[in-house]
């Protein structure tokens, strides 16, 4: 294999390309640097580009012979449509249309979506499938949504896959480290969504899942969520924190009108400054759904993908990493 990563800095992406690099794959990765700079480091190669400037993925010369594209940059994070549009869908066009010129042959490119592309389910009893019409909740799902149209919805000279991970944590992920934090002294704080449900996976089990599509024909083409089957709510995940803290847990659940409105301030803050803070009205949106719930049973049924981390097991993990 000659894989090229994009997001190789990040949580799922350096996860993914350590795991590459550990079996013996010629890895590249495209990084968000001085376009036309090499570096060698570590087992594989940085390729600085540009991800605005399709030409700058033509020129770095990483994708004219791999063999397979792991596109797992992203924002998560933006003030308008606009700004994700810019950080979701525009690379996933330039670097499409950067591979019909220089590497037509490509033997899979696998897209690294999300959940929220899809919506949320309407109960724990009925988990979101890929057979379902996708119906986003906010803007961040509907720009991973139209990144993925852009291979659904054209004539490809390869094949792709696309995969929309569950809630992802694990050793390196930066997102439940404040929920940690939060919850050292036993102080369960829920924003509203005590009694809300989601799916989860452990980064170990998402990344091997997401190599197992890669490399299987049944894959190619179709789309799939990998997630733990077993749903869990947030007082769950709060309690198992909490007793891997040996602490007594006293929970407070705010109200999702009081949180909106302190995420407005939030937005008044952004629009001030340009900088998106982690409390925000797109952030209500998401959390407003009480089921983000959804099954992988395409992808147990078509590659055999069976995760193997407990969520109890997976957070101790993260836990150990966070110290």
Same mark, same amino acid.
């Given at each position: ?6 997001? =190789?800095?990040? $949580?799922?992406?350096?996860?993914? !390309?350590?795991?590459? +690099?550990?079996?013996?794959? #010629? @890895?590249?990765? /495209? ?123 054209? =004539?490809?000279? $390869?094949?792709?896959?696309?995969? !929309?991970?569950?809630? +992802?944590?694990?050793?390196? #992920? @930066?997102?439940? /480290? ?126 055999? $993908? ?13 836990? #150990?990493?966070?110290?």
């Amino acid at each position: 294999m000659k894989p090229v990563i994009t997001g =190789s800095n990040g $949580f799922i992406g350096s996860m993914l !390309r350590n795991k590459l +690099v550990a079996e013996g794959a #010629d @890895v590249r990765c /495209l990084v968000r640097s001085h376009p036309g700079s090499q570096t060698r480091s570590e087992g594989y190669t940085s390729f600085g580009i540009n991800y605005a400037d399709e030409d700058s993925l033509v020129s770095s010369g990483a994708l004219n012979d791999a063999t397979h594209v792991f596109h797992v940059a992203g924002v998560t994070k933006a003030l308008t449509l606009n700004g994700f549009r810019q950080g979701n869908v525009l690379p996933t066009r330039n670097l499409i249309n950067a591979l019909q010129r220089v590497n037509p042959g490509l033997q899979r490119f696998i897209l690294i979506s999300s959940q929220a592309a899809a919506g949320p389910a309407a109960s724990t009893q009925n988990p979101k499938t890929e057979a379902e019409s996708p119906v986003p909740a906010e803007d961040y799902g509907l720009s991973k949504l139209e990144a993925e149209q852009l291979l659904t919805q054209a =004539s490809l000279p $390869f094949p792709y896959t696309i995969i !929309r991970p569950a809630a +992802v944590y694990g050793p390196r #992920d @930066v997102d439940f /480290l404040a929920l940690f934090k939060q919850l050292k002294n036993g102080l369960g704080i829920y924003p509203g969504n005590r009694k809300s449900y989601v799916s989860t996976i452990y980064v170990d089990d998402l990344v091997n899942g997401i190599l197992d599509a890669a490399q299987h024909s049944q894959a190619t083409d179709k789309t799939y969520f990998l997630t733990n089957e077993v749903a869990v709510s947030w007082e769950q995940i709060y309690k198992h924190i909490a007793d891997i803290w040996s602490s007594r847990l006293f929970e407070i659940n705010l109200p999702i009108g009081i949180i909106a409105a302190v995420a407005k301030l939030g937005d008044l803050y952004s629009k001030v400054t340009g900088k998106v803070t982690v409390l925000n009205s797109k952030k209500i949106d998401l959390a407003r759904p009480k089921y983000w719930v959804c099954s992988s049973e395409q992808a147990a049924h078509d590659f055999g $993908f069976k995760p193997q981390m407990a969520l109890a097991a997976g957070l101790k993990e993260t836990f #150990d990493w966070y110290k």
